[in-house]
């Protein structure tokens, strides 16, 4: 049994991931890659929004590149795959992921595919914000003898 | 399971190749509503039952995330929102405000729930995709532009029909769905029923 926000998460992870991860980790999982295409991938184009402080008016950030796709298993499992760029067969391999996470399969899935994209996701973030740690400037005023 | 709605079969059924699909069957629509009395065959989509692989078609070619879908009465079920909500992000809204609306006549009916422009925006009225038992070109005559002569075609409402060319240039366009053909009936077309005619 899955929660929307538990595909919610996984989602999220597989549309962030970066397409040679997700390619070797998919290679490395043995799987039929066999499907039928509800919507064959097609690259389009999203507009993010945002927020100020993440509580302001929305505004428009820009314009993203995106492809998507939606396949069925022969089981009848519906995977759907958002990924940044144009990488067709990353949506693919997206969209097989999040099919497979909905068979018997999900657990050996998440084992070998979705734990080391997650690893390697939180390894990235906290090698950026190491690198920005190391550039904090404190800035202090020292009390002017002026009083 | 989660988004049953999404794992069931109901999505199946979409264009093969998008872009060829749609502009085909936009070029098929465009010429019906051109001609009026003529039947153009359009069978690249399949939606869910009960609806015709014609007006699954047309709502697929047509249809939007900013035009409202009416589903009348058999043609109202789950699966055929999961279909159209996948395939064209449109949404399914009443009657009144509706941009397209798909069912067998008697379940449209009656015609005046549905807006038929105004004088400024005679465009901003409903498209009614009438599911049909049959579809050929004999029944009531058909005169007005698009049409050589007279052309013939089998209506569900010859005296409907004739009301809302009465309105013009506001009023209800239509197209007919039979299977995998389609036909269309602009406002513009006069109707005459074959005994004043011949």
Known sequence: MT?????????????????????????????????????????????VRGRAGATGAPFNLGEMTVTRCSLKLPGGEVGHGYVQGRN???ATRA???????????????????????????AGTKKTRA??????????FTLVRGED | MQGDALSKTSLEG????????????????????????WIEPMDAATPPHPASKAAGTLLLTLADHETGIYLAGDHDTPMMRDWLAFHTSAPIVGASEAHFALGTWEALLPLSQY?????????????????????????????????????????????????????????????LTCGSRVAALPRSTQVSTTAEER
């Open chain 1, 95 to 121: 969209a097989l992921v999040d099919a497979h996470m909905q068979t018997a399969q999900a657990a050996a899935v998440r084992r070998t595919v979705l734990t080391p994209l997650e690893e390697a996701m």
């Open chain 2, 115 to 175: 807006p038929v422009g105004t004088p400024e925006y005679p465009d901003r009225s409903t498209t009614l995709i009438v599911e049909m038992d049959a579809l050929e070109c004999d029944g009531v005559v058909l005169k007005g532009p698009g049409i050589k002569d007279t052309a013939e075609l089998n209506l569900p409402d010859a005296k409907a029909m004739q009301a809302n060319n009465a309105q013009f240039p506001l009023g209800l366009d239509f197209f």
């Open chain 1, 130 to 139: 190491a690198k920005a740690a190391a550039t904090k400037v404190d800035f």
């Open chain 1, 88 to 90: 067709k067969a990353h």
């Open chain 2, 14 to 37: 979409g264009f093969q190749d998008a872009p060829v699909d749609s502009a085909r069957a936009f070029r098929a629509a465009m010429s019906a509503m051109a001609r009026p009395g």
């Open chain 1, 3 to 47: 929660t929307q926000d538990e595909r919610k998460a996984w989602m999220s992870l597989l549309a962030k991931s970066p397409a040679e991860d997700l390619e070797r980790l998919w290679g490395s999982f043995d799987a039929a890659q066999e499907h039928s295409w509800l919507r064959a991938p097609e690259a389009g184009g999203v507009m």
